[in-house]
Every structure is written in structure tokens, then in C-alpha cells.
């Protein structure tokens, strides 16, 4: 958590892990996007166990702003008696509670259809509703910190009102010198509504307002091109369907790259003026220092993958003859080496996959799954103007919620498996912190949901007795790796060098940015593949490039997932009670220290290095399966 303590964000995840199969009462394949009201009820999550109706939301929402004048009465006296900052504590609570189901019920709406102005409306009132509360909660930190050190440790001994904080203070003061007076946090409060324009802008024009060409699917038919189908066509085998897509989507992009560039720079130049204000050196260490994460550990994350970008070369070149194509092209790189192995499931076939894959992590778990796939927990298929890909949002006082697109594909199985992986992260946290420590970080979010993609993973190759569907799944694999570590890894180096741009004062125009994206797919994918002129584009489609150095947590999660899967399989229960506390240890300590109990230590490029030699190990036995064929 920031240092400004009521800023109320989703866990957006798992993006673009969607196809456009056939489910019986889901949405109709081909054809024009579904309306939502002809999705099944059954299927839709169930935000009424937020609120019951608009009414409730509404009184709600006249409950925060009355409970704003309340907490500014403490303005002042954090510093005359201990129990008057417990009191002020307890009611920012009160206030993030009810702040964190108020936006939740408000945006999950809006992301069921992105285009229904009403919730477009209510979202936008709860944003400046928070900022406000932002406002009025910002003198609470400054106060604390101008407490005597040796006072406020009295207060924390006297007042049993305050252990629920105790983490809190020592992160708070351990920040200190970027904490600023209370009159310049108010301002800075005051600014995040105006300062997200930026993100709303690129989220406006690429979810509501962008209008994709109809395409040719494989029977030949015209079909209309959307961000949840175009992952079905560029894995299609027709190569014609591929190159496509691709380039209908693209080119899309590139119609707007300018706008892209604007928003894009827009909001760089909001973190960095946050950063700068708040006495940081640069953007990354702002965003690192949130979580005390050194920043040895982004730039070990690069470095380390750089000295084995060896196998990924490989792979491709791999690819490249399996596909017999005299060149491979970027639109050929999502497409599956094994052609004739189709793994579709039903989605109440999806859940009985997943509920026995998850297996080894004991019967407590196995019973908060179950409860998730029946209690409303998610929001299943496409419609039309719903948000792309998938989420989960952990909701203080509520259970968690998970927005799919799930169209049939085995890679929408594992993406089922990784936002449980977040819920019942939140699930467990909210039952077992308070809230004050009942939030965990990005960078522990990502081991929770990819556990369970690799225990997912695990269970199909131990369990298939076909040939074919071992090398479909040995390529899934390699996919993932490929997907998550290589590919966010070159996420996260792009957004570093853009921000070292922009803080040298460059602009960053679309001409620069589809530069550096170019170079960076070139070093990324290696000698044997065409890097097409339409992906220099691609960085316009990133919604993850909107929340700063946000992505290198993927690869760090997916790294010390795959060491806790082997803990886990391996040894037993022993690991297995490890893993379910650190599920509950929500944000009561530093990310490192969590994963440090739970048997993995992130401060070493370690768990880096075994996970891409088990990428290398798989690939070799992909190899020799395919050179004996």
C-alpha cells in the first residue's frame, strides 16, 4: 500500500487469456458480440452481496460523505493522547471500508458494459466522492510522523486500540522523509481525480470507442474482430486467419498511436511528478520503496533474464521449423506446435479440473474453491462493451469477485485457476487480518494466482496418458513461461527505459515508442523471427503500463509460484500450512518477509534462474519428442 492510504484499485490480471468457443447458455459462436442481458443469469457475478440495490449504494455513499466531517475533528490532536489516534485510525477504516465497496459495486458494474453511461456516471461520483476523502484523511500521516518517536512508542505500548497498526507504523516511519506536510498532502489528495485523466482516456478509447474490422474466420465467414476473439484467431493453424487478425488489430492501433502516445506520456508524467514531489530520485524507486523492495530485485530480474534469453531463442527457432514456414512472423508466435491436440472443456468441466489440480493444497482450500464456484463469485463469458480479460477484486466485508471472458480453451482454465488464485488470497486475508493489514501486495498477488497455474499444469502432465496431449502441454508450459516471464520481463525493461526518457525531459512520441518496442522484440524473440512493422504498436494496448512498474511483479510471482508448487507437491502438509499462511498474512509485513516464511527468498536472482532452467529442461524433452515423430 502507498503511502496514500485511500487509494481504492482493482487487481486487473491475466489479461487477453480468451477465445471464442461455444458454451451452451454462454455467448453464440461467431457472429456479433453478445448483449449482456444474453448471458445466463447463472453465469453473471452476483453484486447484489455488495449492495442489494442502487438505493443501498446510494445511502452508502451519503454514509461516507457524512463520516468525512468526522475524521477531520481529529485534525490536531493526533499528538495529545493515544487514544485519539486510535480513534482517528478506527475511522479511516470505517471510511476505506465502506470507500472500497462503494467503488467496487460502482466499477464492476461499469466493466460488465464499459460503454453504460450510468455507471460510467456512478464510477466517476465515487472517484471524486474517494478523492475528497482523500483530502480529508491526508493531515493523519504527516501528524503521526511529528509525533516524537518516543512518544508515539509509548502511545503504541499504552493503547491496545493501536496493535492492529503496528506493522503500519514501523513501514510509516521507515518512509518518513517522503511524507510531506499536511497541507501539501491535502493538495496532493486533491489532485488524483484530475491527475487520472490520462488513464481513463486510454481505457475510454480502447474498450469503448475502438471499432475492430470483421475478419475471416476459418469456415470462411465474416466475423467481427474484438480484443476477447483476436486471442482465438491468432492461435488459429489457417496462417491466413493469423496474419489477419493481426494486422486488423494493429492497424486498428496504429489509427489512434498518436492519442496512445499522449495518454500514455500523460500518465508517466503524473508518476514521475508524484515521485519528484515526494522526494524520490526516480519513478522505480518511488514504486519499489511502497513495498521496501530493493531495487536490486527489478534490475536482477532483467539481467538475469537477459543471460537466458538463450532458450527463448531456441524455442523460437523451434517453432519456426515445426511450423515449416520460410519465415516466422510475429503472428505466428502464439500459434500451438501441436496442431491436432484440442483441449476444450465445458465450463462446469473447467471446475472439476480445477477443484482436483488444486488438490494438494488440503481440504480447508478445497472448500472455500467450491464455495467460489457456486456462491456468485464470477463473471463467466464475453458481451458486448465488458471489460477484456480477466480480474479478480477482493472486496473488504464482501466475498471476492472474478471477471472472465472464458470461451472453452484449456488457457481459459488456467486462467480460472489464476484469478481463484487471487480470490482466495483476498478471501483469507480479509478473514484473517484486520483491515489495516488486510491488504497484500502486487508483488505477493502474483504467487498466489500462479500456484495455482502451475499446480494446474502439473496435475495435466502427471495425469495424461497421450502422447499428443503431453507435447500440447509441455507447449502450454513453454507458452506460459514465454508469456509471463520472457514477455513481462520486456515489459517491465520497456517501462523502465521509458521513464528514464521522460525524467532526462524526452517526449515520448509514438515515433519513440514504437522504436524501443521494436529493438526490444528484436532482442527479446532473437534472430528467427520477422519482427512485423505492425506489433511496433503493441505498447498501445497495454492497460498495465497505466499502473507504474506494475508488471515485473508476474515474473517475480511466477518465479517463486514454481518454487512453492515443488515445496508443495513434494513435501506435503508441512508446506502446505506454510503456503495457507502466508495466505493469510495479507500485508502484515514485507512482501520479501512473507515469501522469506512461506520458503522462498525473492532477494536472489535464484528463483529466477530454476524457473527458466525448468523452461530449458521442457524444452529439450519438447525437442527429442519431436525430432523422434
Known amino acids: 500500500m502507498r503511502i496514500l492510504a485511500m487509494a481504492i484499485l482493482p487487481f486487473f490480471l491475466g489479461t487477453m487469456l480468451l477465445s471464442s468457443t461455444t458454451v451452451e447458455a454462454g455467448p453464440p459462436a461467431g457472429g456479433k458480440v453478445p448483449e449482456r442481458s444474453e448471458i445466463s443469469a447463472e453465469f453473471k457475478w452476483r453484486l447484489t452481496d455488495i449492495y442489494a440495490d442502487e438505493s443501498s449504494w446510494q445511502a452508502d455513499f451519503e ?52 460503454a453504460d453511461a450510468k455507471y460510467q456516471g456512478m464510477t466517476g461520483k465515487i472517484e471524486t466522492l474517494l478523492a475528497e476523502a482523500g483530502a480529508a484523511t491526508a493531515y493523519i500521516e504527516p501528524e503521526i510522523l511529528a509525533i516524537p518517536e518516543a512518544k508515539l512508542a509509548d502511545y503504541r505500548k499504552q493503547e491496545p486500540g493501536l496493535k492492529d497498526y503496528s506493522f503500519y507504523f514501523d513501514n510509516l516511519l521507515r518512509q518518513k522523509k517522503h511524507v510531506l506536510s499536511p ?127 538463450g532458450p527463448l531463442h531456441r524455442y523460437v527457432a523451434l517453432k519456426k521449423k515445426a511450423l515449416a514456414v520460410d519465415e516466422m512472423h510475429m503472428y505466428d508466435l502464439y500459434t500451438p506446435l501441436i496442431r491436432d491436440v484440442k483441449l476444450t472443456y465445458e465450463y462446469d468441466e473447467a471446475l472439476k479440473v480445477i477443484h482436483t489440480a488444486l488438490a494438494p493444497l488440503g481440504p480447508e482450500y478445497a472448500g472455500i474453491l467450491d464455495k467460489s464456484f457456486t456462491s456468485g463469485w464470477m463473471d463467466v463469458y464475453e458481451n458486448k462493451g ?30 480460472i485457476a489464476h484469478e481463484l488464485g487471487h480470490a482466495i488470497h483476498s478471501y483469507y486475508s480479509h478473514k484473517s487480518q484486520p483491515y489495516a493489514t488486510s491488504q497484500y501486495t502486487t508483488f505477493t498477488a502474483e504467487v498466489a494466482s500462479t500456484t495455482n497455474e502451475i499446480l494446474l499444469i502439473d496435475h495435466m502432465l502427471k495425469t495424461t496418458t497421450d502422447k499428443r496431449v503431453r507435447l500440447y502441454l509441455i507447449n502450454q508450459y513453454l507458452e506460459a513461461v514465454r508469456a509471463t516471464v520472457y514477455r513481462q520481463t520486456m515489459f517491465a525493461e520497456f517501462e523502465k527505459m521509458i521513464y528514464a526518457k521522460a525524467e532526462e525531459g524526452e517526449t515520448l512520441t509514438a515515433d519513440l515508442l514504437d522504436a524501443m518496442w521494436q529493438e526490444l522484440n528484436e532482442k527479446y524473440y532473437g534472430p528467427d523471427i520477422v519482427v512485423d512493422k505492425e506489433i511496433n504498436v503493441e505498447w498501445a494496448r ?61 532477494s536472489t536472482p535464484k528463483p529466477i534462474e530454476v524457473t527458466l532452467q525448468k523452461f530449458s529442461s521442457l524444452l529439450d524433452e519438447l525437442e527429442k519428442i519431436l525430432s523422434e515423430s
Open 63 to 114: 454514509k461516507l460523505k457524512a463520516q468525512l466531517p468526522e475524521i477531520t475533528q481529529f485534525r490536531g490532536k493526533l499528538g495529545n493522547a493515544a487514544s485519539d489516534l486510535a480513534a482517528c485510525l478506527k475511522k479511516r477504516d470505517e471510511i476505506g471500508v465502506t470507500a472500497g465497496k462503494l467503488y467496487a459495486y460502482a466499477r464492476m458494474h461499469r466493466d460488465e458494459n464499459t
Open 386 to 415: 465488458k471489460q477484456t480479460g480477466a480480474y479478480s477484486w477482493g472486496v473488504y466485508g464482501a466475498h471476492p469477485f472474478v471477471l472472465l471472458n472464458y470461451h472453452n480453451r484449456y488457457d481459459d482454465v488456467s486462467t
Open 542 to 602: 497495454i492497460p498495465h503500463f497505466y499502473w507504474d512498474f506494475y508488471v515485473y511483479q508476474y515474473v517475480t510471482g511466477y518465479a517463486a509460484a514454481t518454487a512453492l508448487a515443488e515445496q508443495i507437491q513434494k513435501e506435503g502438509h508441512p508446506a502446505q500450512q506454510r503456503y495457507i499462511n502466508f495466505l493469510k498474512s495479507g500485508g502484515s509485513d514485507y512482501s520479501i518477509e512473507i515469501l522469506k516464511r512461506a520458503g522462498v527468498d525473492m
Open 183 to 309: 497541507a501539501e498532502e491535502e493538495i496532493l489528495s486533491r489532485s488524483t481525480e484530475a491527475t487520472s485523466a490520462a488513464e481513463n482516456a486510454f481505457n475510454m478509447l480502447a474498450h469503448a470507442d475502438m471499432r475492430f474490422p470483421e475478419v475471416t474466420d476459418e469456415d470462411g465467414k465474416k466475423v467481427q474482430l474484438s480484443e476477447g476473439r483476436y486471442r482465438s484467431f491468432i492461435m488459429s493453424p489457417d496462417r491466413n486467419v493469423r496474419e489477419e487478425a493481426f494486422k486488423g488489430l494493429f492497424d486498428t492501433y496504429n489509427q489512434y498511436r498518436n492519442t496512445f502516445a499522449a495518454t500514455l506520456g500523460g500518465n508517466v508524467k503524473k508518476n514521475i511528478f508524484y515521485a519528484k514531489t515526494r522526494k524520490y530520485k526516480t519513478t522505480l524507486e518511488s514504486s519499489l520503496e511502497a513495498d521496501n523492495v530493493p531495487q536490486a530485485v527489478y534490475d536482477n530480474l532483467i539481467t538475469t533474464v537477459h543471460a537466458n534469453l
